[in-house]
């Protein structure tokens, strides 16, 4: 190979990922936002762990009785089956974010769309366990209830019914509204200042 034919290779060699060091300090200034990332979803992994587990407690806590005890450990299981399945993929997502070294454009765009894909992940994680939250509440209230002498369900007024069906039904909606809070504030905000940084890239 003669030097035309090497100085030919050199040209075509693609130059997308070459940084200069002023883009390299753009870059690696978004591991900043991407450490509040990590640190909020450690807390998040660990917190939740926590919950799951203390909430098989609730039948002791609450001295539940015999017959609600089955009722209460069938539902229990599913929704910590449910809740296993996207915590070991957040957890997943977790880990993988703590090899990721910011020194290209093409890894920061990677991470950022990486991030923003589990954001909507975590959003689905709480819609499939709202269900279950319902559920449980509606169930601890008729427990509760039913403590009280002289209890029977035919006692309940169409009134009332329709009281816990409003009930029910505002609460999905506020734990909705407080999920898309808790998700762009724990890791959107951190989210956007990722994609300012690729911006700013863009426009030189």
Avoid: C
């Amino acid at each position: 190979m003669d030097f035309n034919d090497i100085q030919n290779a050199w040209n075509n060699e693609k130059t997308e990922n070459v940084v200069v060091p002023n883009n390299l300090e753009k870059i690696q200034s978004a591991n900043t936002p991407l450490d509040k990332i990590r640190k909020n979803l450690k807390g998040e992994l660990i917190g939740q762990s926590v919950a799951v587990v203390l909430m098989g407690f609730t039948p002791i806590l609450f001295d539940f009785p015999s017959k609600w005890i089955v009722p209460f450990y069938l539902l229990y299981s599913i929704f910590t089956s449910v809740t296993v399945y996207y915590l070991v993929k957040l957890y997943i997502f977790y880990k993988r974010l703590n090899k990721i070294n910011l020194k290209t454009k093409d890894s920061l765009y990677e991470t950022y769309f990486d991030i923003r894909l589990h954001m909507e992940l975590y959003k689905t994680f709480g819609f499939a366990l709202t269900p279950f939250l319902v559920l449980f509440l509606v169930g601890f209230l008729y427990y509760r209830f039913s403590l009280k002498p002289g209890f029977q369900l035919d006692n309940f007024s169409n009134q009332f019914l329709i009281g816990v069906f409003v009930m029910v039904a505002f609460s999905i909606l506020w734990m909705g509204i407080t999920l898309e809070w808790w998700v762009r504030s724990y890791y959107g905000k951190y989210a956007r200042e990722i994609r300012k940084v690729i911006d700013e890239l863009k426009e030189e």
